[in-house]
C-alpha cells in the first residue's frame, strides 16, 4: 500500500520534469538573487541560546489546513522581530499549499536564513532554491539512496547552502551520515503512523557525530520539550504548527521565545 510519502515523490518527480522543461537552469541562474551570499543556519544555531527555526505552513496532509489566511511577508517579519534563528518555507503546492513565489516573498522581507521546505530528488531543486533567495535545503534520507544524498548535498555545498538532512529512524541517519551535511535533524514524527514522540530524537542522539547540528523536528509545542532535548545536544528546534495555527505567528514566536528565557 502506498503511503502520502510515496505519492508526494511519485508527484515530484512529475512537477520537477515538467518545470525542467520550461525553466532551464541557465535562467535560474541569472536569477538577481543566484550571485546573493547565503547566511549560515547552522551557524546561526551554533551562536544562539534558544535555537528556534520557524516554520511558514498553510496546511499539510496530517492537519489539513493550518493557516490559510496569513501572509508570508508579515509572518515573515515577526519572526525575524521576535529573534527566531532560521525560517523554514514550504514550498510544495499540491499537499502544502506552498510556492516558490513564498520563497521569494520571505527571502525579500527578513535578513534571517531561510530554509526551502521540500521533497528534493534532483540538483535541479537546489539550483531553484539558491535563485529564490533560500540559504538552506532539506534532504530526506527516507526518500534518497546514499549516493543521492551525497550527490545533491554536494551540489548545495558548491552553491553555498547549509544541508539539512532529515532521520526518522536510525538505518536512516548511518546511510546519511558525510561530510557534506551541516545539519541532522530528527524527525518526531513517524512517517507510517503520523504520531509524533520526541523519544526518537533522544534515542538517536548519541549515534549523531559532534560535527553536526543536531536539530529536533515536529512535535515541539512547548519550552518544556525544548528544555528536555537540549542536555541530549540539541540546538536546533523546528517549530511549525505551533505558531502557524495562531493569529499572529510572529507574536506567538516572540512570546514562546520569551518564555524560553535563557
Known amino acids: 500500500m502506498k503511503t502520502i510519502l510515496d505519492k508526494i515523490i511519485a508527484d515530484k518527480y512529475k512537477e ?3 518545470k525542467k522543461s520550461i525553466v532551464p537552469v541557465s535562467v535560474l541562474e541569472r536569477s538577481a538573487l543566484f550571485d546573493r551570499e547565503p547566511s549560515s543556519l547552522s551557524a546561526a544555531l551554533k551562536a544562539s541560546n ?11 496532509p496530517s492537519k489539513a489546513v493550518i493557516n490559510q489566511s496569513a501572509s508570508v511577508q508579515d509572518v515573515a517579519t515577526g519572526y525575524e522581530n521576535a529573534g527566531v534563528c532560521g525560517m523554514s518555507v514550504l514550498t510544495d503546492g499540491k499537499y502544502f499549499g506552498g510556492s516558490l513565489d513564498d520563497l521569494l516573498l520571505a527571502r525579500a522581507s527578513a535578513q534571517l536564513p531561510i530554509l526551502r521546505k521540500e521533497f528534493i530528488i534532483d540538483e535541479y531543486q537546489i539550483i531553484e532554491a539558491k535563485s529564490y533567495g533560500a540559504d538552506v535545503i532539506l534532504l530526506i534520507a527516507a526518500v534518497l539512496t546514499r549516493d543521492e544524498i551525497k550527490s545533491l548535498s554536494e551540489t548545495a555545498k558548491s552553491l553555498g547552502l547549509d544541508v539539512l538532512l532529515e ?13 557534506s551535511l551541516d545539519l541532522l535533524g530528527v524527525n518526531n514524527r513517524n512517517l507510517k503512523t503520523f504520531e509524533v514522540s520526541t523519544a526518537i530524537s533522544k534515542e538517536l ?54 518564555e524560553l528565557g535563557i
Open 205 to 258: 542522539s548519541t549515534h549523531i557525530p559532534e560535527d553536526f547540528v543536531k536539530v529536533s523536528e515536529s512535535g515541539i509545542s512547548s519550552v518544556a520539550v525544548i528544555k528536555e532535548l537540549q542536555p541530549y545536544g540539541y540546538q536546533g528546534f523546528l517549530i511549525g504548527e505551533n505558531f502557524m495555527k495562531t493569529e499572529n505567528p510572529g507574536e506567538s514566536a516572540m512570546e514562546f521565545i520569551n
Open 16 to 18: 520537477v520534469s515538467l
Open 50 to 60: 534558544t535555537g528556534i527555526i520557524s516554520e511558514f505552513k498553510r496546511r499539510s
Open 167 to 179: 532521520v526518522h529512524n536510525l538505518e536512516e541517519l548511518q546511510k546519511s551520515i558525510m561530510p
